[in-house]
Structure formats: structure tokens, C-alpha cells
Nanobody, 122 residues
Framework: QVQLRESGGELVQAGGSLRLSCKGS????????VAWFRQVPGKEREFVGEKTMHNRRTVYADSVKGRFTISRDDAENAVYLQMNNLKPEDTAVYYC???????????????WGQGTQVTVSS
């Protein structure tokens, strides 16, 4: 069983930066694939990026490529989402997800956190 808890969301001005954290617990977290998603009320959840265990590759959505970076610290059982040059359209609840598979389908991540709100003002 893996438990995830996000933190770091807050109100920030456009052009600013934030770093979201996702602390994981459980015996497999250090070897799980991890991902970040976001969701705006009334819209479907959107893929932001993932760092899978398959070749340790990192993939980003086109909307955040070049601005967002996913990293992980296995010693701290944590995954981070560094967000730079934030835009109002980045406003959403951000979720951390994990899965024990090496390359899970993006719609099938098994473990989820409760989310953290990011609001970008113009």
C-alpha cells in the first residue's frame, strides 16, 4: 500500500515559480513510477508529466514542457514538481500519482494523493 501527500500549492503571480512536493510512504514507493496530474473544476483531469521506472524516462505534457520539471529524492521518499514561469492557465488542483508498473498507462495510475491547490493570478 502506498500513501501520497502533496504540499506546496499556493497563490502566486504569473511569471512566478512554485515547487510542489509529494511525500510517499509504503515499501514500493522508491521503485514506483510517479506522475503529476492537474484538474480544474468541471474539466477532466490533465496529465502534467511522469517519471516512469522504464528507462527512468521523464515525459511532460506540451503545455508545461520547458517550464516544469519532475525530480525525485528516493532517500526522502519524495517527488517534486518545479514549476517556473507560471501562467494563469496553470491554475488547478495538482495531484501526485504512483504505480508499481514500469510504464503504467496514464489513465491507470493506481495510487493518488489528495491534491494541492495552485492559483496563478494575472
Amino acid at each position: 500500500q502506498v500513501q501520497l501527500r502533496e504540499s506546496g500549492g499556493e497563490l502566486v503571480q504569473a511569471g512566478g515559480s512554485l515547487r510542489l512536493s509529494c511525500k510517499g510512504s509504503g515499501p514500493t514507493f522508491a521503485t514506483d513510477s510517479v506522475a503529476w496530474f492537474r484538474q480544474v473544476p468541471g474539466k477532466e483531469r490533465e496529465f502534467v508529466g511522469e517519471k516512469t521506472m522504464h528507462n527512468r524516462r521523464t515525459v511532460y505534457a506540451d503545455s508545461v514542457k520547458g517550464r516544469f520539471t519532475i525530480s525525485r529524492d528516493d532517500a526522502e521518499n519524495a517527488v517534486y514538481l518545479q514549476m517556473n514561469n507560471l501562467k494563469p492557465e496553470d491554475t488547478a488542483v495538482y495531484y501526485c500519482a504512483a504505480d508499481q508498473r514500469y510504464s503504467p498507462p496514464r489513465t491507470q495510475y493506481y495510487y493518488w494523493g489528495q491534491g494541492t491547490q495552485v492559483t496563478v493570478s494575472s
